[in-house]
C-alpha cells in the first residue's frame, strides 16, 4: 500500500506542487484538500493526468484521509497578505481540524515563514517536535550548493554547504562548506581559479537576494527531493526549520536527519564567532516575532 500524502494550500501553489509531483512520479497516493468547495473542480485535469503515471495517484479527499496520511504538506493560503497573527490564528483552526480527524503524521510548512508556523503548530498541536518540520534554508542551500559547484568547475556532488537561519535572511556557515574533504577556505587557497575567499562574500549577498524572492519552484522542488529520498528508505541530513532544543523553544533552521519516522536531531553545529552573531541575531528576531505574535493575541483575547 502507499504512503499517503495530503496537499492543502491555495489553489495556484497546489497545481503548481501538483504539476511537479506529475513529473517526479513518486510512489505515493496524493490527496487534495481545497482550501475552497469552489476550487475542486480546477485540480480535475490533474487528477485524470495521474493516470498515466505508474506510481502517483491523485485525487480530491476529504477531513476522514487525516487518519491514514503519512504526511500533511501545507502550503501558502490564498490571503499571504493578511497580518501574520490572523494567520497563525488560521493555522490554529487547521491544527485543530487536524487533530480531531485523527492525522498522526508529519506536517511540513512548504511556504513563507515556515519557521513561525512551524513553532506555533508544536504549540498547538502538542504533537512531538519530530513530526513538525518546515523546509527552512533547504532550497537555499540546493541552491548555494549547485551555484558553487558552477563556479569552482565541480559536481554538485563534490560540494557540501551549510544555510542556516530561517528562509527569509540565510546564513551562509563558509565554516562549515567542504569541496570534497577540504575546507572551501583552504580549498579556494590552493586552487588555481579566478574565484577566490573574496569572492564568498559576493556570493553571501547574492543568496540574500534570491531568499527575498518567492522561489515556489524550488521550495516544491526540495520537496520533492526530501520525500523521494525519504520514500526509498535513504535518511538526509538537511536544514531544515524544526523546534529548538532551547527555553524558550523557537523554530529555525539548521542541520537533522530527516527520515520516514521524523527528523532526529544532530551534534550542535561548529560555527565561526561571526557566524554565530549572525545566527544568534536571527534567533533574537524571530523570538521578538514569536513575543509580537502572542502578544497581539493576547490583546485581542
Known amino acids: ?5 495530503l ?8 497545481n503548481q506542487f501538483l504539476h511537479q509531483l506529475l513529473m517526479a512520479d513518486l510512489p505515493i497516493d496524493c490527496v487534495i484538500l481545497p482550501e475552497h468547495t469552489d476550487d475542486t473542480p480546477q485540480y480535475q485535469a490533474l487528477v485524470v493526468a495521474s493516470a498515466l503515471c505508474p506510481q502517483l495517484s491523485i485525487r480530491v479527499g476529504t477531513n476522514t484521509d487525516y487518519a491514514q496520511a503519512s504526511w500533511l504538506i501545507l502550503l501558502d493560503q490564498t490571503v499571504t497578505e493578511q497580518p ?9 483552526r487547521v491544527t485543530n481540524r487536524i487533530l480531531e480527524n485523527g492525522f498522526q503524521g ?10 513561525l508556523f512551524t513553532y506555533f503548530a508544536w504549540k498547538y498541536s502538542g504533537a512531538a517536535p519530530h513530526q513538525i518540520l518546515g523546509l527552512g534554508t533547504y532550497p537555499l542551500t540546493r541552491l548555494l550548493t549547485c ?4 563556479r569552482l568547475g565541480v559536481g554538485p556532488r563534490a560540494i557540501q554547504t551549510t544555510v542556516i537561519g530561517r528562509s527569509a535572511t540565510p546564513i551562509a556557515a563558509w565554516s562549515r562548506t567542504y569541496v570534497g574533504p577540504t575546507p572551501i577556505l583552504m580549498y579556494l587557497a590552493n586552487a588555481d581559479a579566478k574565484f ?3 569572492d ?3 556570493m553571501g549577498s547574492w543568496l540574500q537576494r534570491e531568499a527575498a524572492a518567492p522561489q515556489t519552484t524550488l521550495r516544491f522542488m526540495v520537496l520533492i527531493r526530501i520525500l523521494r529520498s525519504v520514500l526509498m528508505g535513504h535518511p538526509v541530513i538537511v536544514p531544515v526549520a524544526h523546534p529548538q532544543p532551547e527555553t524558550p523553544t523557537y523554530a529555525t533552521a539548521t542541520p537533522v536527519l530527516v527520515s520516514a519516522d521524523g527528523w532526529k536531531p544532530l551534534p550542535k553545529l561548529a560555527l565561526s564567532e561571526d557566524e554565530q552573531q549572525d545566527y544568534a541575531a536571527c534567533v533574537a528576531a524571530i523570538q521578538d516575532d ?5 502578544g497581539q493575541q493576547t490583546e485581542e483575547n
Open 196 to 198: 577566490g575567499a573574496d
Open 290 to 294: 514569536i513575543g509580537q505574535i502572542e
Open 84 to 92: 501574520l497573527v490572523t494567520r497563525v490564528a488560521n493555522l490554529r
Open 1 to 5: 500500500m502507499k504512503p499517503t500524502l
Open 147 to 150: 551555484r558553487l559547484a558552477e
Open 7 to 14: 496537499i492543502q494550500g491555495e489553489l495556484t501553489q497546489t
Open 106 to 115: 508529519q506536517l511540513i510548512f512548504a511556504g513563507e515563514h515556515d519557521d
Open 200 to 202: 564568498l562574500g559576493k
